[in-house]
């Protein structure tokens, strides 16, 4: 093959991008405050567990997620072991406290840990996927994206 044939064929091929790191741990914590795991700023919910299809502030895809039943279930599982660890605990030192008492405790504490909890661990969960490049994350670029105006602009149809 002639030298001039190498060096066209060279000078023709596209740059690869190279895939930035993408820090698990760091990507948790923001999920966890619902910000974006890329820019660390735009939000990820545009309403209580309405995912947006894109970063508001920088254009990161997040409609790749696949989040389903896992928040919920982590939910499920810190809540119980909160509440019952507390039920236990109150009527080991409590043991003739009225029942009144536990069902004005309880009932609202195990609701406001929920609700307080479970869009924590949706965006932990979405971060998480956008750090590992799962399901379509890991072709997913800020840099092909034009930033959008706001959440509502960005929200998913679903
Ligand atoms: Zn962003």
């Known amino acids: 093959m002639p030298?001039?044939?190498?060096?066209?064929?060279?000078?023709?091929?596209?740059?690869v991008p190279a895939k930035r790191d993408r820090s698990v741990w760091k990507s948790i914590k923001l999920g966890l405050a619902g910000k974006?795991?890329?820019?660390?700023k735009g939000k990820i919910f545009y309403r209580?567990?309405?995912v947006n299809d894109?970063?508001?502030?920088?254009?990161?895809?997040?409609?790749h997620h696949r989040a389903d039943d896992a928040p919920?279930?982590?939910t499920i599982v810190i809540v119980c072991h909160i509440v019952g660890t507390g039920i236990l605990t109150l009527d080991t030192f409590e043991p003739n406290l009225p029942l009144i008492y536990h069902m004005l405790i309880?009932?609202?504490?195990?609701?406001a840990l929920?609700?307080?909890?479970?869009?924590?661990f949706k965006g932990a969960l979405i971060a998480l996927q956008w750090a590992l490049r799962m399901h379509g994350f890991?072709?997913?670029s800020a840099v092909t994206q034009a930033p959008l105006g706001n959440g509502r602009e960005a929200r998913s149809a679903s």
């Open 54 to 63: 894109r970063c508001p502030s920088c254009g990161e895809e997040f409609f």
């Open 114 to 120: 929920c609700l307080l909890l479970l869009p924590m």
């Open 138 to 140: 890991e072709t997913a």
């Open 36 to 40: 974006c795991p890329n820019c660390a």
């Open 48 to 50: 209580y567990l309405k």
């Open 72 to 74: 919920p279930y982590v």
């Open 106 to 111: 309880w009932p609202p504490l195990t609701l």
């Open 3 to 15: 030298i001039d044939m190498v060096s066209t064929a060279a000078l023709t091929c596209e740059p």
